[in-house]
């Protein structure tokens, strides 16, 4: 994954000076490959030592701890997840109580394999009030050798106390220009209008990025640009992006609106005069508005759609709102 030099070098110099922190926080958007680096950091602690001169977390080490590693049985490596409910295949809303005090009573337990033992939490946002509060308890009086990475897409709604025994390592959004190039080099067969459109729509989110590949962008790009440019007289683009994205098999469609729009609303704001882009902000305001309240509540994506629609045509060119 891209975006993670700096994170990966702040670590290495923390493990060759043999300094390491017991606890680590991930903090960034989702999508930025967090659990990734946590894995990347699980695996290289299992297949080397202390500390040394490896300048890359994909060092080999260890051939045979790799190979634990790799079919998930190493002893030393503990992934606390959310599990999926009664067998099925939705998962649990929160990481249980029961799943971080199993965790504990491994904590407990002498080395069986190597000089770490590895806790990633995956995400730590995701814990129980009770789950927060016994994992607090351990980052108080950490057990040798031991290690935690804590993954957090919000780490503002933490318990400032688990904040504050962390050691912070930010992901930030990946500029704009290395996310266009890896993007291009990863899928050569997409055309540069496509790459441009999905680059914007991410956000700077490498996992967002991909998860957009398949989601033809640039043709819902076209769609919402043209109910800005020509007001939608009639409504008919905007009934049509309501019947898209309404009902709850087209979710996904709806997701992609919403992160189309304020890529597309920063371009029109770019190509206005200074003087006219305060109409710009203000329909930038009132889809926040529309977004947070369809989050807040139980929503009909239709009607998300069409009011995210009308803000758009807001923006149309006064002539041809004076047409509409």
Request: aromatic share 4%; hydrophobic share 45%.
């Amino acid at each position: 994954m891209i975006g993670h030099a700096d994170a990966e070098a702040a670590f290495l110099e923390a493990w060759q000076a043999d300094r390491l922190h017991h606890a680590w926080l991930l903090a960034g958007p989702q999508g930025m490959g967090k659990g990734s680096f946590a894995t990347r950091v699980a695996r290289f602690l299992a297949t080397h030592g202390r500390s040394g001169d490896a300048a890359t977390l994909d060092d080999p080490g260890d051939g045979a701890a790799s190979r634990l590693v790799d079919a998930g049985n190493h002893p030393e490596i503990i992934h606390l997840t959310r599990q999926p409910k009664d067998k099925g295949k939705e998962l649990a809303r929160n990481i249980t109580i029961d799943q971080v005090r199993g965790m504990i009573r491994r904590l407990h337990l002498s080395l069986s394999l190597g000089e770490w033992r590895v806790v990633i939490i995956d995400a730590v946002d995701d814990l129980e009030t009770d789950g927060a509060n016994a994992l607090l308890k351990t980052l108080e009086e950490p057990p040798a050798r031991t290690l935690f990475m804590l993954v957090s897409h919000s780490p503002g709604r933490l318990l400032p106390t688990i904040r504050s025994r962390c050691r912070i390592l930010r992901f930030q959004p990946v500029d704009r220009d290395v996310m266009t190039s890896w993007l291009h080099d990863l899928r050569p067969m997409l055309d540069m209008a496509e790459v441009r459109a999905i680059v914007t729509a991410s956000g700077g989110v490498p996992g967002k990025a991909l998860v957009l590949i398949d989601s033809d962008v640039a043709a819902m790009e076209k769609k919402l640009l043209a109910i800005a440019t020509t007001g939608d007289p009639g409504n008919r683009l905007r009934d049509a992006l309501a019947r898209e994205v309404g009902g709850s098999s087209n979710r996904e469609r709806l997701e992609l609106v919403i992160d189309i729009v304020p890529g597309l609303l920063s371009r029109i704001a770019r190509e206005r005069p200074i003087a006219d882009i305060a109409p710009v902000l203000e329909q930038w305001d009132r889809v926040q508005r529309t977004v947070r309240d369809a989050i807040r509540g139980s929503y009909d994506g239709s009607m998300v759609g069409f009011e995210i629609g009308n803000c758009l045509a807001e923006l149309a060119p006064r002539e041809t709102q004076a047409a509409r």
